[in-house]
């Protein structure tokens, strides 16, 4: 079946501009994670949706970072006046959360190169 | 702070060799471990994950030892392949959390034919 794309794999935005990350979950995952992976870094913990809810934002880095999930299915993660420092790989996860069923799946990323 | 650690940060083994990656963690409150891969330009994929009341689970050539006692967990690799050659990560979650994934910062494995 379709895992988890998101568009585009490649943004290239210059320093202040504002960038929009879109994530498509698999089909009736119920929870959608957001991380941030700097090279030669593991991923870090961004934000997390449950349904249409986001339940939890600890991890976004400033207040220049948002995300939404407005219906519960397509996410988007939005950027405003990018920095340098944003540069980096971002990736969604979604998963089903039924029972006691943690696995997360991956998407490809989009990276981002703030210029 | 990093709540796991891990190590080697790269690891080159023979073909047909194992490979072993070790994770130590602190906090008792995780109650999910998965180990992922990463290939270049790719997105993580989940290989195999475990609980703490489990000390041992194998898939295929994949297995993951868990010490409960010791707060360690370790991914072996068994008849490492050329094809094996990434980026390995551990992970765990936290009970009563969002479930969100803290990783370890990885070991790059490289398999020589």
């Known amino acids: 079946g379709a895992g988890v794309s998101q568009s585009p794999r490649y943004k290239v935005a210059k320093r202040g501009q504002d960038v929009a990350l879109r994530c498509d979950p698999i089909?009736?995952?119920?929870?959608l994670f957001w991380y941030q992976q700097a090279l030669g870094q593991g991923p870090e913990f961004l934000t997390y949706f449950q349904n249409e809810a986001q339940l939890d934002k600890s991890g976004l880095p400033s207040d220049r970072f948002f995300a939404e999930r407005p219906e519960g299915s397509v996410s988007t993660l939005k950027i405003q006046r990018t920095q340098q420092e944003d540069s980096a790989v971002y990736l969604c996860a979604s998963s089903l959360e039924r029972g006691d069923s943690y696995e997360q799946y991956f998407g490809p990323g989009t990276r981002l190169t703030v210029t | 702070q990093q709540q796991v650690k891990q190590s080697p940060q790269s690891l080159i083994v023979q073909k047909g060799g194992i490979s072993i990656i070790n994770c130590a963690y602190e906090n008792t409150a995780f109650d999910y471990f998965p180990w992922y891969q990463q290939f270049p330009g790719k997105g993580p994929a989940l290989l195999i994950a475990i609980r703490p009341d489990v000390s041992e689970k194998k898939e295929g050539r994949f297995t993951i030892s868990f010490n409960k006692s010791a707060k360690q967990f370790s991914l072996h690799i068994m008849d490492s392949q050329p094809g094996d050659s990434a980026t390995y990560f551990c992970a765990h979650t936290e009970s009563g959390s969002a479930r969100q994934l803290t990783f370890g910062s990885g070991t790059q494995l490289t398999v020589l034919p």
């Open positions: 089909s009736g995952h119920v929870s």
